[in-house]
């Protein structure tokens, strides 16, 4: 069955080598995109995928980077956006590093584009009116 | 020239000439301010943004056996009830005492207005004219007699933008402000703004009439901490900040589209607060206040990170213009900014009161009396003060 999951790779400072990412696509046939990379060689760091692919292949691949000493978490929480509830303030817009959530220049109007958002949750404590809020995944 | 009653005629005759602040700055920078002066009868401004002092005035009506309340929780949030017999005041920052920071004074206030009912629960010492001792009650505004936000400091002229030099996060009332300068937050609806259109207070005094929450209110008394000022640049551009509004206006016609209650992490609650100002183009020089545009009106950039009452100004002129394209610069360093200020909600409120203006819904006000100029400020000396 086809699924995407979204993940967090925690490095280690030596990991940070390997061709990981590469081998998600060239052996297990998954298509990914990164969503956020904070990576350096010396401290190591956290990378943010979105990957898509068969289920079975992407249970694989994330046993493979496991096995690589890579610390491995599913984001299995999703952050909803209620727009009957917001006031389009933009206090969120804050603490969203990755641009998932921003002001539409022109209508000065919220907009959330779940693809970039990395689950960090920072948001949904900002937010004032509880508008943002953090769901399980299905 | 035009006088405030003439301009009322036209609104009243269905001809007034009616734009939104954001308009009159376009109209006014392609048609010069001398023709936008004498085509223009009307601009309206708008902000929504949270205003902490704020709160409602409720009367509860008689029960039966009679109490005198002496305490009063609404939905477990505690109200002044050092007032008469079933008179309180629920303070928008007021914390329930079971819920914390989760639901406070301005949420009682919210759910009100949005036609919820509250809970009621009323203590007193017992009087022989008052004998009830407790009582405990569901009610909502339409069950009430006179319910009144007062709101005893609102629409800020200009406020900081704010940031944090420290290395750990800090959580202020101008929102989570991120560590080493990586965020950057501001509060004011800029060219919207409606104390920043008439910056020396020619046309606002008590008894102005307001857009007031969606409501019509009226300007009760100067503001606390209402400091009228300017700073004058080198270049002999003003920058005016420091005026306060105290308003008063009925519950009853509120609408929760106008003011809502927000929850403001590790600070507490708040209360966002719709208030739309219409002024009068009177003449060319306030024409030339009113069509100030972003790029014209400048605030400073203060360090959050130190809690004294005077922070590091870290930059003396920022343009809302600078603030609103995404980024500020300060020291060389391209920062993220956010507002806290709807600029949705306050065009929504500026264009719904340029509506009410054109259909005669909504006339100006010549002022009862002018707020002042010259006030005072007092800091407080406490008995630990080290000076
Ligand atoms: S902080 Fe909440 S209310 Fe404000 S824009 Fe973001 S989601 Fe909307
Ligand atoms: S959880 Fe919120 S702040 Fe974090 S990335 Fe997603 S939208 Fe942005």
Known sequence: ??????????????????????????????????????ISPDKGGRLVLDLSGEESAIEKALQYAAGQGVDVRVLSRVVHWDDKVCVHCGSCTAVCRSRALSLSPDTAMLSFDNARCVVCEMCVKACPTGALTVELSR | MKSISE???????????VLTAEEVVKMAREQGVRETAKRVDVVTTGTFSPMCSSGAFLNFGHAEPLIRMSGVKLNDVPACAGLAAVDCFIGATELSETRGMEYGGAHVIEDLIAGKKVHLSARSYGTDCYPRKSLEAEIGLSDMNQCFLFNPRNA?????????????????????LLPHMANATYAT????????KDPELRTIGIGTRVFFCGAQGYVAWEGTQCFPGYTEYEDGVRSYSGATLALIGDMKKMSTDYIRAARIYRYGVSMFVGVGIPFPVLDED??????????????????????????????????YRELRSGTVEVDGKKIPTAPMTSLKKSRDIANELKR????????????AAKLPLDTTKHVLHALDDPQ
Not at chain 1, 8 to 16: G, K, M
């Open chain 2, 286 to 319: 306030l024409c030339a206040q009113l069509s100030k545009g972003n790029d014209e009106l400048f605030t400073e950039v203060s360090d959050y990170s130190v809690p004294l009452r005077s922070r590091p100004v870290l930059r003396t002129r920022v343009s």
């Open chain 2, 189 to 196: 609806a800029g060219e919207l703004s409606p104390l920043l």
């Open chain 1, 1 to 38: 069955m086809e699924k995407s999951v979204k993940i967090q790779l925690s490095f280690h400072p030596v990991d940070t080598e390997k061709p990981l990412v590469h081998t998600f696509a060239a052996r297990f046939g998954l298509m990914f995109s990164i969503l956020q990379a904070d």
């Open chain 2, 7 to 17: 301009i009322n005629e036209k609104i009243r005759a269905g001809t007034a000439v």
């Open chain 2, 356 to 367: 009410q203006v054109q259909a005669g819904e909504f006339l100006l006000t010549e002022p």
């Open chain 2, 156 to 176: 800020y002229q200009n406020y900081n933008c704010s940031v944090n030099t420290s290395d750990r996060i800090i959580h202020t009332y101008m929102g989570t």
